[in-house]
């Protein structure tokens, strides 16, 4: 039933409610909505005579009556159960304010839809009185729900049940037939069959001119890329938005919903805009030029809306039919019969009615002459400026004036700026001081003589050897013009990233041969993250400096000009990886990186599967040269989903990036890498899926879920686990096994038994505690032992014992060059290692565990002391700052608390409690104090705030270190895996970490570098075997500070979706 069909003024609700009373009494069947349920109508007779009409001078097909003062009903002819179904669909999946629907039917060609009655007013009623804050507060709380709905996508383009299109483009004038268009599967069909024909339609006899065919061919054209097919609420305005004070409570009048092209949401709502301020506060959320095309489309079709070919002669005058208002909202416009010249709706809103005569638009300049005049501008604008640089420098450089003009165009940067090594001279000569270390002096790294040309891969684009770092120059304001530091000493540091520190984590590879000047000019802000990193290894003050200015350049890239790039993902990570830590732990960024740079990876596309033609890939062979921009993209998304698995396991919260297909193929892209780098990260991340997996069985990757785990069930997800690293040990080439490889296995295995004690979550306020995660000593005495525990529980702590030790083992292995050069990241591995061991001795000392295990076998105070000397002998003094920062964690702080315990349990005085083989005196031990050993280095004294802008040249330090064996004999132009020698595997070794006896096991042989002075402590083999239906849980028994119980009940079956463990 249509609108067309109806003549004269608006039904009245009495005529509305002896229709139903007709209706009813015909015993016609009543057809609910599909979303509601089969019953009786929820509304009488009797209550719709006695409702109060909201809108009694509604001229559409329907009334809107209030039942009570929580309830209305929206009943009439024009009413449609697709408005019941779209908001359900609203409420269901997102958080836009939409009235509730109790229940949705019709009955004959009358709609019943009984829904919640939202408070407040309409904004129209309001607008006038709103001040200019509330009103663009009102736009942005808009656009927030647009773009919210926006996201739901349909099948087809059409209405939410797949019928006809309501687009406002095929609803003709009043005046003209009623038609009705769609659905439509594609967008080309929505254009062509759709918009095309509703053009087509609107022309006298139904046929194009000539004159149509411009607008015909773009409109053909228009979104061929974009099939998306959008929720769209299609008859936007002020007058269906329900506010309450400032707060937009509701969306109302959803009749006209559907999926459909994403520019109609805002073409409706713009075109139907009626006051000035509202269309100018609406146009700052619109798209402006997809706007005016529409606007040009439903402007021509209304043009020749109700003419005929038979129309020979038309007065000059001619009006049109409709007022303005009337034509911008596309209703009828009936005439008012008390009033001459004026409708009935202008009538009752007190509106001037204006009809104009027809006016053809101006035709919009395309988009080809605009770019010609625009680069005609361009080109004026270059000669200019380069007159008048060669006019400036005509006094230094007579004979240039004899040079031919640049026929390009282009500014000689060159010959204006100068050579990079004045630029660097000037500003080291203005004697700024910069409070670096003394022995920081210019030096050239032994790594960069003597290699010969290496081929760049294609992602690093312009990166050859005739590189000219004087051409093209960046433009200044970066580290290197400023003078904080020269050019000579960033090509040392980039240097020693590349050969040093890039093995560590792999995630961003570049060519062995990439200089400082080349990836400056091409990746400038990836460059100052590698400097920085670099420093850090170096010099403390120097990497403060550098830090602060990769922050300040991050943020007014990303926060502030809102880049995004893989670019700045990359950077991100490399700072988060070596992240330069604050001086107050509550200043730490480590989670929000981390989250950016999973966010921007989301946003740019790299976690989603490329779009690759079928004919392309079909033609694959074996001789494709490898995607090297596909493996950086990779390493990118797979380091972003690595960093967020590791925050989202230690703070129960979800991880944004999920591992997905795609993000497999990009493992296995990896794998198929010809460098060693790359097949070194795949490996790596297949321990990362392990750990993730094991996290799911446990039931943590559902952060919401509260329900307690049974032993049997910890035990047969740590057996399954055991398992499964032990497949990865057997499989991974010896060759693979570097130290932070070895470093990220033990580290895993820690994560998981820390996890299956219930210890593994971090509380968020535990940074601002005084000794962080470790238990809070009490002051009142002894504490009694708990009940006694079962024997699973007891071997899990065990064996979470074990991996500590084995992990701080491989630790104290290292050598010292090793240690200043690890960044960060590696060290929050062994801190975890550091503290775990303490907080098994802190139950050793208080709890039931104590009976079973002995406060010599923990061996807590050997371990403190051992990683104080180490920390002490890598700190330098307070010259390099990770090591620094982590001897006060373990040295000061950690010693503190163990001497704490062992006085409040034995009676006896500090460092009573380290038990080992040997005296006391052989290892050094530390002072409580927290004073750092003494070195031949001299320390740094930053008191001082060093200025980030001073000018003073930076030097390099002598005898940085020399490249690691092997890397001569690298043939793709990758960088080899540095650091210490491999590590083999012991085959005699058959049953992994989980079972072993003894330190050194998992290796036949160890680096170099720490020798322990006290024989290590003796690992305890687990005494219980995995036998959960023969041992039943105990109760009691739980570890101080555990935050996962671990006895209750869960139903048997498969956990959380993941694959069945065995034997489970």
């Given at each position: 039933m249509h609108e067309d069909s109806r003549v004269g003024s608006p039904p009245s609700k009495w005529d509305l409610v002896n229709y139903i009373r007709y209706v009813l009494s015909s015993k016609i069947d009543t057809r609910f909505a599909p979303s509601m349920r089969h019953q009786p109508p929820s509304v009488t007779l009797e209550e719709i005579q006695s409702a109060k009409d909201l809108c009694p001078h509604s001229m559409g097909g329907c009334k809107i009556l209030e039942i009570n003062a929580s309830t209305i009903l929206k009943v009439g002819p024009m009413v449609q159960m697709e408005e019941a179904e779209a908001l359900c669909l609203l409420r269901k999946t997102t958080s836009v304010p939409v009235p509730e629907v109790f229940n949705a039917y019709t009955i004959a060609n009358i709609g019943f839809i009984w829904m919640s009655k939202i408070p407040g007013a309409t904004l129209e009623q309001c607008w006038q009185d709103l001040t200019p804050d509330a009103k663009s507060s009102m736009v942005r709380q808009l656009d927030v729900f647009i773009q919210e709905w926006r996201q739901i996508e349909g099948p087809l383009f059409g209405s939410i049940d797949g019928g006809p299109c309501e687009d406002i483009l095929f609803q003709h004038s009043w005046d003209a037939e009623s038609r009705r268009y769609g659905p439509f599967l594609t967008r080309r069909e929505f254009n062509n069959k759709g918009v095309v024909e509703a053009l087509r339609n609107s022309r006298p006899n139904a046929q194009l001119t000539k004159r149509d065919e411009p607008l015909v061919n773009r409109i053909l054209v228009s979104g061929a890329q974009d099939e998306r097919r959008v929720f769209t609420h299609g008859d936007l305005h002020q007058s269906n938005i329900i506010v309450d004070g400032n707060v937009i409570t509701g969306i109302i009048d959803w009749g006209a919903a559907g999926y459909s092209i994403s520019a109609r949401e805002y073409f409706c709502l713009r075109w139907q805009a009626l006051d000035l301020e509202w269309m100018d506060l609406v146009s700052t959320i619109l798209e402006v030029d997809e706007y005016e095309f529409w606007a040009e489309v439903n402007q021509s079709m209304m043009d020749y809306t109700g003419e005929s070919s038979s129309a020979q002669?038309?007065?000059?005058?001619?009006?049109?039919?409709?007022?303005?208002?009337?034509?911008?909202?596309?209703?009828?416009?009936?005439?008012?019969?008390?009033?001459?010249?004026?409708?009935?709706?202008?009538?009752?809103?007190?509106?001037?009615?204006?009809?104009?005569?027809?006016?053809?638009?101006?035709?919009?300049?395309?988009?080809?002459?605009?770019?010609?005049?625009?680069?005609?501008?361009?080109?004026?604008?270059?000669?200019?400026?380069?007159?008048?640089?060669?006019?400036?420098?005509?006094?230094?450089?007579?004979?240039?004036?004899?040079?031919?003009?640049?026929?390009?165009?282009?500014?000689?940067?060159?010959?204006?700026?100068?050579?990079?090594?004045?630029?660097?001279?000037?500003?080291?000569?203005?004697?700024?001081?910069?409070?670096?270390?003394?022995?920081?002096?210019?030096?050239?790294?032994?790594?960069?003589?003597?290699?010969?040309?290496?081929?760049?891969?294609?992602?690093?684009?312009?990166?050859?050897?005739?590189?000219?770092?004087?051409?093209?120059?960046?433009?200044?304001?970066?580290?290197?013009?400023?003078?904080?530091?020269?050019?000579?000493?960033?090509?040392?540091?980039?240097?020693?990233?590349?050969?040093?520190?890039?093995?560590?984590?792999?995630?961003?590879?570049?060519?062995?041969?990439?200089?400082?000047?080349?990836?400056?000019?091409?990746?400038?802000?990836?460059?100052?993250?590698?400097?920085?990193?670099?420093?850090?290894?170096?010099?403390?003050?120097?990497?403060?400096?550098?830090?602060?200015?990769?922050?300040?350049?991050?943020?007014?890239?990303?926060?502030?000009?809102?880049?995004?790039?893989?670019?700045?993902?990359?950077?991100?990570?490399?700072?988060?990886?070596?992240?330069?830590?604050?001086?107050?732990?509550?200043?730490?960024?480590?989670?929000?990186?981390?989250?950016?740079?999973?966010?921007?990876?989301?946003?740019?596309?790299?976690?989603?599967?490329?779009?690759?033609?079928?004919?392309?890939?079909?033609?694959?062979?074996?001789?494709?040269?490898?995607?090297?921009?596909?493996?950086?993209?990779?390493?990118?998304?797979?380091?972003?989903?690595?960093?967020?698995?590791?925050?989202?396991?230690?703070?129960?919260?979800?991880?944004?990036?999920?591992?997905?297909?795609?993000?497999?193929?990009?493992?296995?892209?990896?794998?198929?890498?010809?460098?060693?780098?790359?097949?070194?990260?795949?490996?790596?991340?297949?321990?990362?899926?392990?750990?993730?997996?094991?996290?799911?069985?446990?039931?943590?990757?559902?952060?919401?879920?509260?329900?307690?785990?049974?032993?049997?069930?910890?035990?047969?997800?740590?057996?399954?686990?055991?398992?499964?690293?032990?497949?990865?040990?057997?499989?991974?080439?010896?060759?693979?096994?570097?130290?932070?490889?070895?470093?990220?296995?033990?580290?895993?295995?820690?994560?998981?038994?820390?996890?299956?004690?219930?210890?593994?979550?971090?509380?968020?306020?535990?940074?601002?505690?005084?000794?962080?995660?470790?238990?809070?000593?009490?002051?009142?005495?002894?504490?009694?032992?708990?009940?006694?525990?079962?024997?699973?529980?007891?071997?899990?702590?065990?064996?979470?014992?074990?991996?500590a030790h084995e992990l701080l083992d491989a630790v104290l292995t290292c050598s010292v060059d090793t240690m200043r050069r690890m960044p960060n990241l590696t060290y929050t591995r062994f801190g975890m290692a550091m503290t775990s061991l303490l907080k098994i001795h802190f139950s050793v000392r208080t709890g039931a565990l104590g009976e079973v295990v002995t406060p010599e076998t923990v061996n807590a105070g050997y371990y403190l002391d051992a990683m104080a000397n180490k920390l002490g002998e890598a700190s330098g003094g307070g010259k390099y700052k990770i090591p620094s920062r982590w001897y006060h964690v373990v040295a000061v702080k950690g010693r503190d608390w163990h001497d704490r315990l062992e006085k409040r349990y034995t009676g006896g005085g500090a460092g009573e409690g380290m038990v080992s083989g040997g005296s006391s005196t052989d290892t050094k031990p530390m002072t409580s104090t927290g004073q750092l050993p003494s070195s031949q280095e001299q320390p740094v004294h930053l008191e001082h705030p060093v200025n980030p802008s001073a000018v003073d040249s930076f030097a390099v330090p002598q005898g940085l270190p020399h490249m690691p064996p092997g890397m001569e004999n690298m043939r793709d132009g990758y960088v080899a895996m540095g650091g210490t020698a491999m590590w083999p595997m012991d085959e005699s070794h058959a049953h992994g970490h989980s079972h072993g006896h003894g330190h050194g096991q998992f290796f036949q042989t160890m680096p170099g570098g720490y020798q322990p002075t006290h024989p290590p402590a003796t690992t305890v083999a687990p005494q219980f075997g995995y036998d959960p239906q023969r041992m039943p849980p105990q109760g009691g028994g739980q570890m101080p500070g555990t935050g996962m119980e671990l006895d209750g009940w869960l139903p048997d079956g498969s956990i959380f979706g993941m694959p069945p463990l065995p034997e489970f």
């Open positions: 002669s038309v007065p000059t005058q001619q009006l049109n039919r409709s007022c303005e208002s009337c034509r911008s909202l596309k209703v009828r416009c009936l005439p008012n019969p008390s009033t001459p010249n004026q409708c009935q709706r202008c009538a009752k809103g007190k509106k001037a009615c204006v009809f104009v005569a027809p006016q053809r638009r101006r035709p919009r300049k395309r988009t080809d002459s605009r770019v010609a005049q625009l680069e005609k501008e361009m080109r004026m604008m270059r000669s200019l400026l380069k007159d008048r640089i060669r006019e400036e420098s005509e006094p230094e450089s007579p004979e240039g004036s004899e040079d031919s003009p640049d026929e390009s165009g282009e500014m000689d940067f060159h010959d204006h700026l100068g050579p990079l090594s004045e630029t660097s001279a000037s500003a080291a000569a203005s004697g700024r001081f910069m409070d670096y270390s003394p022995e920081f002096v210019n030096t050239a790294h032994p790594g960069m003589g003597g290699s010969g040309p290496l081929s760049a891969p294609p992602s690093m684009s312009g990166l050859h050897m005739n590189f000219s770092p004087d051409a093209n120059r960046p433009p200044p304001e970066d580290v290197i013009d400023r003078g904080i530091i020269s050019l000579e000493d960033a090509e040392q540091l980039v240097a020693f990233f590349l050969h040093e520190l890039a093995s560590f984590f792999p995630l961003v590879v570049l060519p062995s041969s990439t200089t400082a000047a080349q990836l400056r000019q091409t990746k400038p802000i990836l460059f100052l993250s590698v400097i920085s990193a670099a420093a850090i290894s170096i010099d403390a003050g120097l990497a403060g400096v550098l830090n602060r200015e990769m922050v300040r350049l991050y943020a007014e890239r990303f926060f502030i000009e809102g880049e995004k790039s893989l670019e700045l993902v990359q950077a991100l990570l490399i700072m988060i990886i070596f992240y330069y830590p604050p001086n107050s732990p509550l200043k730490l960024q480590f989670f929000q990186y981390t989250h950016i740079a999973s966010t921007m990876a989301l946003e740019i596309g790299l976690a989603t599967k490329r779009r690759v033609s079928k004919k392309k890939s079909d033609r694959k062979n074996r001789h494709e040269p490898y995607d090297e921009l596909l493996a950086e993209q990779a390493r990118a998304v797979l380091g972003c989903y690595h960093l967020g698995s590791t925050v989202a396991m230690k703070t129960r919260r979800p991880n944004l990036l999920q591992f997905n297909d795609w993000m497999n193929e990009c493992v296995q892209q990896l794998e198929r890498s010809p460098h060693r780098t790359d097949q070194h990260l795949a490996i790596w991340f297949e321990l990362q899926r392990i750990t993730d997996e094991a996290m799911s069985s446990f039931g943590l990757d559902d952060t919401s879920a509260s329900s307690p785990l049974t032993e049997s069930r910890v035990q047969a997800v740590l057996r399954w686990f055991d398992k499964r690293m032990e497949a990865w040990r057997k499989n991974t080439p010896t060759d693979m096994l570097t130290v932070p490889m070895i470093l990220e296995y033990r580290s895993a295995v820690l994560a998981m038994y820390e996890l299956g004690v219930g210890e593994g979550y971090r509380d968020p306020d535990a940074i601002k505690m005084r000794y962080y995660t470790l238990p809070t000593l009490d002051e009142d005495g002894n504490r009694p032992l708990g009940p006694q525990m079962s024997a699973i529980r007891i071997d899990i702590n065990v064996k979470w014992m074990n991996a």
